[in-house]
């Protein structure tokens, strides 16, 4: 029995021929694990998440979702178990008020009907967007249409997320209210896969694996607290560590012993 949501195997891919976003990258994500993917601008990030939904194709190696090799005739049955939030929630409107765009999701995930209301409800409640229902996607502020875009996705019920900085607009307690949502979703299905591309260092701390790439390249791939702690290499690819790492340090050197404190538990009451 297969227990891998993705298995990319050596790909190589550029948009145009002189191009080369991957040489040669590999990874895996087990079905259930919510993996943060993170690394500063341009380095592939949405690139590789168009290529985990068949956007683009790869020029040699190859990508499987749920054990099934990607190609053009399985792209459409294996899209409707994964959903994707865009980096740009412009991208992703169809409809034209927000329910209309939610129910356009179900309709493409073969929802019925009569349930249709009642779902979407429920998810524009969950990302506190009810009272919007009947509004235009597009004069919504940004964080409105990441929340909307969200509540889409989500309301598809899919087997594997894909999250491209898709709360990046939203205030520190927006982002929070998300993070519980799909904590909770993980909680209700523990074989929901989530990969959540952010440059949210303190939402990488809550995963159970961080992936950073540089230039198209895996520069580590481990725990949050393994990945974090190797400061030299965070350096390199010009990432920061999270405010919690910087405290201990600073602690630290002035000699204040501090060994027992949750530092992550800490910083969190305080950003409360
Ligand atoms: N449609 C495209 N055509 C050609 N090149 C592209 C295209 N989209 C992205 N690129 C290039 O591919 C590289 C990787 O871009 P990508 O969007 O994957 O980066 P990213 O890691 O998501 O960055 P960010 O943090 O800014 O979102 C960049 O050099 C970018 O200029
Ligand atoms: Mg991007």
């Known amino acids: 029995m297969e227990n891998k949501a993705i298995e990319i195997s050596e790909i190589e891919f550029g948009y145009y021929k002189d191009q080369t976003i991957f040489s040669n990258l590999s990874l895996d994500v087990n079905v259930g694990e919510y993996v943060c993917v993170i690394g500063h601008n341009g ?12 956007l683009n194709e790869v020029r040699k190696g190859e990508i499987k979702i749920f054990g099934q090799v990607l190609n053009e005739e399985n792209i459409y049955s294996l899209r409707k178990k ?4 865009f980096q740009n929630p412009d991208n992703q409107f169809i409809g034209s008020t927000v329910r209309d765009d939610i129910a356009f999701g179900l309709e493409n995930a073969c929802v019925k009907h009569e349930d249709m209301e009642e779902i979407i409800h429920e998810y524009a409640k969950k990302v506190n967007m009810e009272e919007f229902l009947d509004k235009e996607p597009g004069n919504l502020s940004g964080g409105q249409k ?15 997320l894909i999250m ?5 607009m939203l205030d520190p307690k927006g982002k929070r209210e998300i993070r519980e949502l799909t904590n909770m979703l993980r909680q209700e299905n523990k074989k929901l896969t989530i990969i959540s591309i952010t440059h949210d260092i303190d939402e990488a701390l809550q995963a159970d694996r961080v992936i950073v790439i540089n230039q198209g390249e895996v520069v580590l791939n481990d725990k949050p607290e393994v990945v974090f702690k190797n400061e030299e290499k965070l350096k390199e690819v010009k990432l920061d560590i999270p405010f919690s790492y910087k405290l201990n340090q600073v602690l630290n050197k002035n000699n204040i012993k501090v060994d027992s404190v949750d530092f992550e538990g800490l910083v969190k009451e305080l950003c409360q």
């Open 82 to 85: 994964i959903g994707i939030v």
């Open 43 to 54: 380095s592939g990030k949405s690139t590789l998440a168009k290529l985990l939904v068949g």
């Open 164 to 168: 491209d900085e898709s709360t990046s």
């Open 146 to 160: 990441q929340r909307v875009a969200i509540a889409g996705t989500l309301a598809m019920n899919p087997s594997l």
